[in-house]
């Protein structure tokens, strides 16, 4: 099965500042990978998949972006962060079947 | 339009007593996966149980058990023998189309589940 890695685990950025967040998978190759967020108390909501090197797919318009520079890396950046984007991150990647997560980041920008 | 849909906020439940979490689902597309997650307080989705659209038996796993009634669009979640640590947050989801797709998920709000001694 393949496993997910996020780091940091734990953000806090003020208001303005520059975003990234790193995800990478390894036990398969060309995953299906996705970006998703969690607001407090809330249910998930998908923000970019991807199926392949630098094919990318946003599912809400934001001040957000993703990228995939490699086969098991997805990447999350802001070039100015807002406080709306505080909240729980989740990377995601599956290749047939079951859909499995990273740990998550939790973000908060003040 | 929402296509997931949990409507137990919350529920309290005794330990070794059975719960079941309620989902159901919205789709036009014959092909599509249910899926249960478990979140504990330390927010990772932790994969419970599967469930294919044309699976002909329901889904089971050690404690958990998919009750997949298809006409009426409902993939219930039961946990047999509630523990302590099945204290969570436990999510629904959907994915539509056929199983090797690119698998987007659906999420349902979501179910607080608090196991007491």
């Known amino acids: 099965s393949q496993t997910i890695h996020q780091w940091p685990a734990t953000l806090v950025q003020p208001v303005g500042s520059p975003l990234s967040l790193e995800c990478t998978v390894e036990?398969?190759?060309?995953?299906?990978l996705y970006w998703y967020r969690q607001a407090a108390g809330r249910g998930l909501q998908l923000l970019f998949y991807s199926v392949g090197i630098g094919q990318i797919s946003s599912e809400v318009p934001q001040n957000l972006s993703a990228s995939r520079p490699q086969d098991r890396q997805f990447i999350l950046s802001s070039k100015k962060l807002l406080l709306s984007d505080s909240g729980f991150y989740l990377c995601?990647?599956?290749?047939?079947?079951?859909?499995?997560f990273g740990p998550g980041t939790r973000l908060t920008v003040t | 339009a929402q296509k997931i849909t949990q409507t137990q906020p919350g529920m309290f439940v005794q330990e070794k007593e059975a719960v079941t979490l309620d989902c159901t689902y919205d789709t036009s597309d014959p092909s599509y996966g249910l899926f249960w997650y478990k979140q504990p307080s330390s927010g990772e989705m932790i994969f419970l149980i599967y469930q294919g659209s044309y699976d002909q038996q329901n889904a089971t796993e050690g404690r958990y058990s998919l009750n997949f009634q298809k006409a009426r669009k409902s993939a219930n979640l039961v946990i047999s023998a509630s523990q302590l640590g099945d204290s969570a947050m436990y999510f629904c989801a959907m994915r539509e189309g056929v199983p090797d797709s690119w698998g987007k998920l659906q999420f349902g709000a979501g179910t607080q589940v608090v196991v007491t001694p």
């Open positions: 036990g398969t190759s060309n995953p299906n």
């Open positions: 995601a990647g599956t290749g047939k079947g079951e859909q499995y």
